[in-house]
């Protein structure tokens, strides 16, 4: 009877198991000797770091005041080139994601090694930087918009397959059953089964891509494969402050517009 | 019953036409013209483009690891870049997505926070790369001083989506007790959005990790100047070798903020 009331009072209460807590403590440890190794390691001049701000302004002076007169010479057309890429970037991307997506979703391919064949595709692409995709078409197709839209293209494959695959796998299996009970070919199957479950998924990540696009669609230039970046980059090297700070302007209201208009869209159709 | 089956097979029975929207797409398709056209994609440049890209793709093969310790390095270089910005993202984006949070600030507060994440967020990390190589020189200290302004940017927009979205009655009942402002925010706040940020945080670092193997391409430190070089040295194999360990990298680390992530339950 003692003995019971004692181990009652002895017990006491922990939120988390001990093994929860030794994994919590491993992480942390992890974190911080990740950050202690990196801190002593990095190879930066102290010097540089103190000298930073005075640079930052220094930069921003000779930025002032933007060269509003070269926007219509040589920022404008550079600048709607970028958009085309983005967007025909987004559509090719977008088409050759969907097979893959179908082929990684688990409830739509049966087969598992399709399924891991696909998802290792998702992964490569996801994994391969634009800028790297950049630097590969602009070596086979030499340097212009064209390289930089397959570059937009083949990186957008493994973020719109992986989350179209996801959406797939979320599908309710019911009307899917009722389509193959009723004897419907596997086209029918996708098309008024899966398709309407997933469509409002689908046009916000091709809105979120196209999104992303636009942005990554600026950098392309620096490495040659058209848009907005030649120009930024041609200033750059020739120390054309003013129109560096132009250039930035243009692309910063590039931006914000398109984020305002997929907030727009995406309130229209879903 | 013949009516039933003719109503049936008329699509425009269960989908009415929708004009506004057949518009729009009229509209998307001539400007997706129009765009191709700007691609100046010919038959002969693509068929040429074919071969080169089957030479490339030849030359790339096999992956050259004979220099390995310049490999090492700048990956090494890139881990660093990754962890200190994400670190330091993380600790200035904390206090800026609070005050940029509108149900605990006021309007003249939260303006000026959103408008600075709003700028950091604009730019592609490497474009600030750019800058911050003009400003503070190459090396390691750009790369990460860019990627610490793109992770405020973003990790500073999910944590104030978060905390805007918290239930007000803990942090009332933490007023409530006369607790400072400090305290509300530490007792109050954080807690429910802890799991959460732990999410975030770890999407920034594995997002970080990518971006920290490109900056090097404008000299801002990493395994990207490396690659960068090479590829223009017509170093194809070595360029495999290169973009294959950052393949691995990154699904080493994608796997590993995984596994931290399921230990806290993010």
Redesign the interface.
Known sequence: MSAAAAAVVEREWKRYSTG?RL??F??YV?IVA??VL??R?????PD??L??PE??A??LKRMWPPDFASYPKEIHAALL?SL?IA??GT?FGVMMALPFGFLAARNVTPWPWLNWAARLVL??TR???T??FA??FV????P???AG?LAIAFHSIGFVGRLFSEALETTSPGPIEALRAAGAPVASVISFGYWPQVVPAFWSLVLFRWDINV??S??LG??GAGGVGMA?DNA?NLFQWTRVAMV?LA??GV??AAEVAVTYIRKKII | MAATTDSLLNRSAIRPANWPVRFAWLAFAL??AY??S????TPA?FFA?LD??YK?IAKLFPPDFHRWELLLKGL??S???A??AS?LGLVISLPVSLLAARNLMPTWVTWPARLLM??CR???P??IA??FV????F???AG??ALTVASLGFLGKLFTEAIEEISLKQVEAVRATGAPFMSVIAFGVLPQVFSRFIGFASYELDSNL??S??VG??GA?GIGGT??AA?QRFDYDFVCAI?LT??AM??VGEVLTHA?KK??RA
């Open positions: 929860e994994a919590r491993m992480v992890t990740a950050i990196s801190i390691t990095v190879e930066v001049i540089f770091i000298d930073a640079q930052i220094d930069l080139d085309h967007t025909v559509v992964i490569a994994s391969v930087n800028l790297v630097l590969f070596a086979v197709f030499g212009g918009a064209l839209t942005r990554e600026i950098v620096l490495v930024l750059l930035l692309i910063l931006v914000i | 400007y997706f765009a191709l700007h691609l100046e994609l440049r483009g080169y890209g490339f090494k270089e881990l660093e870049i962890i200190l670190v709003v700028l604009s730019f592609h490497v474009i750019i800058l003009k400003a503070v020189g090396g390691a200290l990460i001083l990518r971006n193997t490109m391409i404008v430190g690659l960068f590829f973009i950052i393949i990154i699904i931290a230990v806290f």
